[in-house]
């Protein structure tokens, strides 16, 4: 099975903290992805990485950055948390293939961040 | 834009058939797929659609009409344990996933 984790279920940090999440996939999937999720809204890119150092822009990158060292892991960071960024994250994999390829996406448990 | 539309809730009965219907506008289409969400749990993915037509898989099937933009996902023979929220995505001519908000389905015994 494929397996999908991030560091934390739960976190609450501060308003202007550096936040780091972290996302490991245990098969080899080349493609990861960093979603942030809210009430009423659909899933939100953030950003992807299709191989080691590679990363690229998503749909709503400000105040976000990431880092892809090791194929397996993908850390997202948030250079100066603030209050609008409380929100749900979901960390996703996929096989090789154009920026997600035609395979569904294996998703981690998510991280709900509170900032206050 | 690049647009999803689906219901934002829907209630059904145990035993009972359900039709969640998805309608979407994007700039091309690569794929079209359902998910599955429980509350507080990450997506587990149901059904995909590229061709037209009806996909079945036991309780369920996802049908695609890429001409209308449209597609539902029919549950049969309902749960409890299928009160969740079904998030349906396409696939747009760039490769990128563009999702809808999701339809949370509430199952009564």
């Known amino acids: 099975d494929v397996k999908v984790t991030q560091s934390s279920r739960y976190l609450v940090k501060r308003t202007g903290e550096k936040v780091f999440l972290e996302c490991v996939q245990d098969?080899?999937?080349?493609?990861m992805f960093w979603y942030r999720q809210d009430p009423g809204l659909g899933l939100r890119l953030i950003y992807f990485?299709?191989?080691?150092?590679?990363?690229e822009k998503g749909d709503i990158p400000e105040g976000y950055s990431v880092s892809r060292e090791k194929k397996e892991r993908f850390s997202l960071i948030l250079e100066s948390a603030s209050t609008n960024q409380t929100s749900m994250y979901l960390c996703?994999?996929?096989?090789?293939?154009?920026?997600?390829?035609?395979?569904?996406?294996?998703f981690g448990p998510g991280t709900r961040l509170t900032v206050t | 834009g690049q647009n999803i539309d689906q219901p934002t809730e829907m209630t059904a009965t145990e035993g009972a058939i359900v039709q969640i219907n998805c309608t979407y506008q994007?700039?091309?289409?690569?794929?079209l797929f359902w998910y599955q969400q429980h509350a507080g749990e990450a997506p587990t993915f149901l059904s995909y659609?590229?061709l037209d037509g009806l996909e079945e898989k036991g309780r369920l099937s996802s049908f695609h009409s890429r001409s209308k933009g449209y597609s539902y996902l029919l549950l049969k023979e309902l749960q409890m344990k299928d009160s969740a929220s079904y998030l349906c995505a396409v696939r747009d001519s760039n490769y990128q996933l563009i999702w809808g908000a999701g339809t949370k389905l509430i199952i009564k015994p």
């Open positions: 990485s299709y191989d080691v150092k590679m990363k």
């Open positions: 994007t700039s091309g289409f690569n794929g």
């Open positions: 659609n590229v």
């Open positions: 098969m080899d999937h080349e493609n």
């Open positions: 996703a994999s996929t096989p090789s293939g154009l920026a997600g390829g035609l395979y569904e996406q294996y």
